[in-house]
């Protein structure tokens, strides 16, 4: 099973500011990786797959890189609908579909 | 527009059954793989099972095979996922996802369940 790690596990930005999430796969998963947000509440949304595509709908604001192991997800310039969950999630090898622990981005 | 809506939620004593259904509209249901993925209460996503487009195929996570049995009726754009010999640990709200090429591009709003005596 390929294990996802998050970091940090709490982010503590302010409005307008830049945040990078981190997201390290236990072994390669290739670009096979998908971002998620999750607001309080409320059910996940698809944000980024391939490492950097981003779905439809999603502003520009958020963009994703990397490959093999290591991946970030940056958020430009915070808005507040942007405090939330996030979770990286490989789906290079299944099963199982495995998800990072998820990074709580805060208002600082 | 694509709409999945989870019901069969609940309180249930350890040991109990429950069924949980995923009604699915806005796209051909009977083309895409879909999924259950559960969250515990303050914990993060887990996926539980997943089904191909023509149910024929499925697959469990370890921690509910033999338990748990995922199915559909393409006929009903429905899915759902059966439930037996529930634990406390199965506590969680249950979520059914639409797989695209793998990752998984719409949600439900996800039905909570609850094993408690």
């Known amino acids: 099973e390929i294990v996802m790690t998050q970091s940090p596990a709490t982010l503590s930005v302010s409005p307008g500011e830049r945040a990078t999430l981190s997201c390290r796969a236990s072994?390669?998963?290739?670009?096979?990786l998908a971002w998620y947000q999750q607001k309080a509440g409320q059910a996940p949304r698809l944000l980024i797959y391939?490492?950097?595509t981003r779905a439809t709908g999603i502003p520009a604001r958020f963009s994703g890189s990397g490959s093999g192991t290591e991946f970030t997800l940056t958020i430009s310039s915070l808005q507040s609908e942007d405090f939330a969950v996030y979770y990286c999630?490989?789906?290079?090898?299944?099963?199982?579909?495995?998800f990072g622990q998820g990074t709580k981005v805060e208002i600082k | 527009e694509v709409q999945l809506v989870e019901s069969g939620g609940g309180l249930v004593q350890p040991g109990g059954s429950l069924r949980l259904s995923c009604a699915a509209s806005g796209f051909t249901f009977s083309s895409y793989w879909m999924h259950w993925v559960r969250q515990a209460p303050g914990k993060g996503l887990v996926w539980v099972a997943r089904?191909?487009?023509?149910?024929?195929?499925?697959t469990h996570a370890d921690s509910v095979r033999g338990r748990f049995t995922i199915s559909r009726d393409n006929a009903k754009n429905t899915l759902y996922l059966q439930m037996n010999s529930l634990r406390a640990e199965d506590t969680a709200v249950y979520y059914c996802a639409r797989d695209y090429k793998y990752y998984f591009d719409s949600w439900g709003q996800g039905t909570l369940v609850t094993v408690s005596s």
């Open positions: 089904i191909n487009s023509d149910g024929g195929d499925t």
């Open positions: 072994e390669s998963v290739t670009s096979s």
């Open positions: 391939g490492a950097s």
């Open positions: 999630q490989q789906y290079d090898t299944w099963p199982p579909w495995t």
